[in-house]
């Protein structure tokens, strides 16, 4: 069996986080890859966890990263990052309702490693998990 996957899962959504984290545990128990999850409401929340996990020496493997937040949102996240975790690889995943490719360019400019625009069904948002999982290196 794989390693235990971390993911921080970034996102104001209630109802978003919840299934974006139920797609990641579904597809991390197809794949034979646990997966640990956890979540933040806002960039700056985001900021902060990673900043405790830093210290720990526990980064997780992956931050999934919605764009339209309040108090901090993913763009200013994207360009805080690096200078919150100084000299630490880490990937940022952008998952936005956006689908301008102007805001697609602009956040992978920031950072991101790659863009997804948000899905609209269970099914496709258990898909997208299944992708990150295996695509990703996580």
């Known amino acids: 069996m794989r390693q235990q996957c971390h993911i921080l899962i970034v996102d104001d959504d209630p109802d978003d986080l919840h299934l974006m984290k139920r797609a990641f545990e579904k597809a991390g128990d197809v794949n034979g890859q646990p997966t640990f999850i956890e979540t933040a409401k806002n960039g700056l929340e985001a900021i902060s966890i990673l900043g405790v996990m830093d210290t720990l020496d526990?980064?997780?493997?992956?931050?999934?990263?919605?764009?339209?937040?309040?108090?901090?949102?993913?763009?200013?996240?994207?360009?805080?990052?690096?200078?919150a975790?100084?000299?630490?690889?880490?990937?940022?995943?952008?998952?936005?309702?956006?689908?301008?490719?102007?805001?697609?360019?602009?956040?992978?400019?920031?950072?991101?490693?790659a863009i997804f625009v948000k899905p609209d069904s269970q099914a496709e948002v258990f898909k997208?998990?299944?992708?990150?999982?295996?695509?990703f290196d996580v």
């Not at 995943?93 to 920031?110: D, F, P, Y």
């Open 128 to 135: 997208l998990a299944a992708d990150v999982l295996h695509n």
């Open 58 to 83: 526990d980064l997780p493997d992956v931050v999934m990263l919605d764009l339209n937040m309040p108090i901090m949102d993913g763009m200013d996240f994207l360009k805080a990052l690096p200078a």
């Open 85 to 113: 975790l100084h000299n630490v690889s880490y990937k940022t995943i952008v998952v936005t309702t956006s689908v301008e490719r102007q805001i697609h360019e602009n956040a992978l400019g920031a950072g991101a490693n």
